[in-house]
Nanobody, 113 residues
Framework: QVQLVESGGALVQPGGSLRISCEASGDIASIDVMAWYRQAPGKERELVASITRGGNRHSVESRFTISRDTSKNTLYLRMNSLIPEDTARYFC??????????WGQGTQVTVSS
C-alpha cells in the first residue's frame, strides 16, 4: 500500500508561480512511476507531468517542472507563468511495478486576479 498526501495549493495571480508537493508513505520501494494530474470543473482528469523510478521526466506543459526529493519521499510540481486555465485540482498518482495505482486527495490551485 502507498499513501499520497498533496499540499501547497493556493490562490495565485496570473503570471505567478507555485510549487505543490506530494508526500508518499508506505511501500515506497514498490513505486515505479509517479505523476501529477489535474482536473478542472466539468473536465476530465488529465496528465500534467510524470517521472520514472530511473528519473526520466515528461511534462505536458513546458511551464511545469516535475521533481522529487527521495530523502523526503516527496514529489514536487513547480508551475511558472500561471494562467487562469491552469485552475484545477491537482492530484498525485503513484504506479507500482505491478501496475497498481494509488491516488492522493488532491490540492486546489486557483489562478485569478
Amino acid at each position: 500500500q502507498v499513501q499520497l498526501v498533496e499540499s501547497g495549493g493556493a490562490l495565485v495571480q496570473p503570471g505567478g508561480s507555485l510549487r505543490i508537493s506530494c508526500e508518499a508513505s508506505g511501500d515506497i520501494a514498490s513505486i515505479d512511476v509517479m505523476a501529477w494530474y489535474r482536473q478542472a470543473p466539468g473536465k476530465e482528469r488529465e496528465l500534467v507531468a510524470s517521472i520514472t523510478r530511473g528519473g526520466n521526466r515528461h511534462s505536458v506543459e513546458s511551464r511545469f517542472t516535475i521533481s522529487r526529493d527521495t530523502s523526503k519521499n516527496t514529489l514536487y510540481l513547480r508551475m511558472n507563468s500561471l494562467i487562469p486555465e491552469d485552475t484545477a485540482r491537482y492530484f498525485c498518482k503513484a504506479v507500482s511495478r505491478t501496475a497498481r495505482e494509488y491516488w492522493g486527495q488532491g490540492t486546489q490551485v486557483t489562478v485569478s486576479s
